[in-house]
C-alpha cells in the first residue's frame, strides 16, 4: 500500500503564500497521476490541481493563476505553491495519487494538512 505525506500547511494571511508538499513511499514506479484535494468545514472536498508523470498539469478554475504544482519525478514527491491566497483557500488539503494497472485504477490519499488564511 502506497502511502502519501503531506507538509507545509499552517496559517497565513489573505495575498500570503504557502508551499504544500508530498511525498509517497512508493518510488518504484511513477505513479500516473498527483495532485490535490481539497475540503473546507460543511463542504464536499473538491479537486484543486494535478500532474501526469509526464509532467502535464490541469487546475481547478478558482486556483489558475494563482497556484503551481511541480513534480519531482520518480521520486512521486509533488509540491503545490500557493500565491494569492484568499481566505476562501481556507480548507483541509489532502494529497492523491492515482495508478493505473491491468485490474484497474487505484486511489492513494494522504491524512490531509490544514490551510488557513486569515488576518
Known amino acids: 500500500q502506497v502511502q502519501l505525506v503531506e507538509s507545509g500547511g499552517g496559517l497565513v494571511q489573505p495575498g500570503g503564500s504557502l508551499r504544500l508538499s508530498c511525498a509517497a513511499s512508493?518510488?518504484?514506479?511513477?505513479?500516473?497521476?498527483m495532485g490535490w484535494y481539497r475540503q473546507a468545514p460543511g463542504k464536499q472536498r473538491e479537486f484543486v490541481a494535478r500532474?501526469?508523470?509526464?509532467?502535464?498539469?490541469d487546475y481547478a478554475d478558482s486556483v489558475k493563476g494563482r497556484f503551481t504544482i511541480s513534480r519531482d519525478g520518480i521520486k512521486n514527491t509533488v509540491h503545490l505553491q500557493m500565491n494569492s491566497l484568499k481566505p476562501e483557500d481556507t480548507a483541509v488539503y489532502y494529497c492523491?495519487?492515482?495508478?493505473?494497472?491491468?485490474?484497474?485504477?487505484?486511489?492513494?490519499w494522504g491524512q490531509g494538512t490544514q490551510v488557513t488564511v486569515s488576518s
Open positions: 512508493e518510488t518504484s514506479f511513477s505513479i500516473n497521476y
Open positions: 492523491n495519487g492515482l495508478q493505473y494497472g491491468l485490474a484497474g485504477s487505484t486511489d492513494y
Open positions: 500532474i501526469t508523470s509526464g509532467g502535464s498539469a
